[in-house]
């Protein structure tokens, strides 16, 4: 079975930290979700593998951090950055997405984005790209990054306190997670209709095979 909390244990802190940074900072975050890891080890610090909060701390400073590289990486990249090919790391819909997010919640954007898997990683690029200010970026930034990773190992923590033998259905609940923080953006894509046609002609095709 796949064993999440002895995989966090045997990663430690450093394991912890690099996952963070590098979901926003190298722009994989569709391949290292946070959300999935920052609960975990919550309840692996209610256990006493992982004090509380130095995990919070050394969390906190790696999401900052890697908002603040991918936020270096969309000012130098630029307006090319949507002009760029697809790749299996690289997807021109993400950062359009992302985008639409901005025209829309403006700089509350970086805050919102940390709880939205696939946004969270494009949003420190896309307020490069549109060069926001560094000053106002970096403000979002640390709250964004501080609600993020202390809310969700406390979370973890919290539960692994109160509730017996929670270790038993921790692999639901981090679904559950992940389903709960990709549903905003799933409603979001469903309520343009092209987008709705595009995932019928999509389905239709497959069935027919």
Known sequence: MFDIPSLIATAGYAGIAGILFAETGLL????????SLLFPAGFLASQGK??????VIIASVAAVAGDSVGY???KKAGPALFDREDSLLFKKHYV???HDYFEKY?????VIARFIPVVRTFA???AGVGEMRYRTFFSYNIIGGILWAAGLSFLGYFLGAVIPDIDHYLLPIIALIVVLSIL???IHVLKEKENREVIKRSWQKILKK
């Open 72 to 74: 270096y990486i969309g």
């Open 106 to 110: 403006g700089a509350k954007t970086i």
């Open 96 to 98: 359009k997405k992302t």
């Open 124 to 126: 420190p690029v896309v």
């Open 184 to 186: 905003p953006p799933v």
């Open 50 to 55: 992982l004090d509380i909060w130095l995990l």
């Open 28 to 35: 994989v975050g569709f391949f290292l979700p946070g959300d």
